[in-house]
């Protein structure tokens, strides 16, 4: 992959690497990648809402974003961004939405494969019976995303 612009960036769930084609967010993945950070507006931008959202101060990204991928997985990854915060949904309940009722596991590996984590919220995504499954960076961090989301709109410290 080339990243002509990227950054290492800490959060609570350990490193952090974004990068940019610097116009657009192109990665946020959990682990630091050994390059040379070169770091440019889109990826500050990014790492500042980040650490607001980290914060349990933000609630919404305003950010350009060029995921890559398939026209299913594209679609798969705009109706996560459609989740509201704080809320989870069923992969079947992704299926659904994207008129592909039995395209559950479909939906679990387009999630899987999602290159701007935490932007693209697939850890709002659950078992159908409301159990934790799957996510890139652990279980432990989907369940970090999850209650630090509920815990900031029970604080009100988010705009709704």
């Known amino acids: 992959m080339n990243w002509p612009y990227n950054l290492r960036m800490e959060s609570p ?7 940019s084609d610097g116009e657009a967010l192109t990665e946020v993945s959990f682990g630091a990648k050994s390059l040379a950070q070169r770091p440019c507006g889109v990826l500050l931008d990014a790492q500042q809402q ?4 980290f914060a349990g101060t933000r609630k919404r990204f305003d950010l350009p974003l060029r995921p890559v991928g398939t026209p299913f997985q594209l679609a798969n990854w705009q109706a996560l961004s459609e989740i509201p915060y ?3 949904v069923s992969y ?15 939906v679990g590996l ?10 693209i919220p697939c850890h709002r995504v659950v ?5 934790l499954t799957g996510y890139a960076g652990g279980l432990n ?5 999850l209650e630090l989301e509920h815990k900031a709109m029970e604080e009100n410290r988010v705009e709704i």
């Open 141 to 145: 961090a989907k369940r970090f995303l």
């Open 92 to 106: 079947q309940d992704i299926a659904c939405r994207l008129g592909k009722p039995k395209a559950c596991r479909a």
């Open 86 to 88: 704080g809320q989870t």
């Open 110 to 119: 387009a999630n899987h494969c999602n290159p701007i984590s935490i932007i």
């Open 13 to 19: 769930l350990g490193a952090l690497f974004l990068a």
């Open 127 to 131: 078992g159908k019976n409301g159990s």
């Open 50 to 53: 980040l650490t607001e959202y």
